[in-house]
């Protein structure tokens, strides 16, 4: 089973409006973390928002905020007043705790590409 | 702090030749972790060292790639001979801790290309 799907290829957004981002996982554990990165075309990798499983808030960082459904087991970014600069493939990304140092790795989503448009 | 520092950024190479791909960590970062990037496959993990100990392989696509960490702030991932299938992006990260509130810091990528 994949760990963490999203289920939308490509998305298409006006310049100033909203835009979420959709991404589910899966996972028996009960410490996690749930991360988004976005991925412009120079090719860097740029974090941008953490979500911890214990946290009772939704994360937010500037326009980002994360929408976390645990029971869903959903955490879908949401991007408010787009701008051109958004324009990039976005990666939902889970951190499973483990006590032993096997495990430790992202899993990673196959990734979203959002287009911003003018 | 420099980052996760990558080399070379992009590498072109004829088909049979030896790549070797350089990562620096950030200092202090107990993990280390390679992937590839592909427009088909995405993101896969290669290989991740905790401790500059090898923990996890299974990603290696096969015996053509060895990657090695000699110490703590240095590790290397190796194609021999390269095949144009090779052809990806190549990231290193590191994380400080196995704690999942840590995230990744990646380093720039090594676009690779084989022909």
């Known amino acids: 089973a994949q760990k963490i799907t999203q289920t939308q290829p490509g998305m298409f957004v006006q310049e100033k409006e909203a835009v979420t981002l959709d991404c589910t996982y899966d996972t028996s554990d009960q410490s996690y973390g749930l991360f988004w990165y976005k991925q412009p075309s120079s090719g860097e990798m740029i974090f941008l928002i953490y979500q911890g499983s214990y946290d009772e808030q939704n994360a937010t960082e500037g326009r980002y905020s994360l929408n976390f459904q645990k029971a869903r087991k959903s955490a879908n970014l949401v991007i408010s007043a787009s701008q051109l600069g958004d324009s990039a493939m976005y990666f939902c990304a889970m951190r499973e705790e483990k006590i032993q140092s096997t495990g430790n790795q992202f899993y990673f989503g196959t990734g979203t590409s959002l287009t911003v448009i003018p | 702090d420099a980052g996760v520092i990558q080399s070379p950024r992009h590498e072109v190479t004829e088909m049979g030749q030896e790549v070797t791909l350089r990562c620096k960590p950030i200092?202090?970062?107990?993990?280390l972790f390679w992937y590839r990037q592909t427009m088909m496959r995405g993101l896969e993990l290669l290989i991740y060292f905790n401790n500059n100990v090898p923990i996890d392989d299974s990603g290696m696509p096969e015996d053509r790639f060895s990657a090695k960490m000699p110490n703590a702030s240095f590790s290397t991932l190796k194609i021999q001979p390269s095949e144009p299938r090779d052809s990806a992006v190549y990231f290193c990260?590191?994380?400080?801790?196995?704690?999942?509130?840590?995230?990744?810091?990646f380093g720039s990528g090594t676009r690779l290309t084989v022909v």
């Open positions: 990260a590191s994380s400080p801790t196995r704690r999942a509130n840590y995230g990744y810091t």
């Open positions: 200092s202090g970062h107990d993990y």
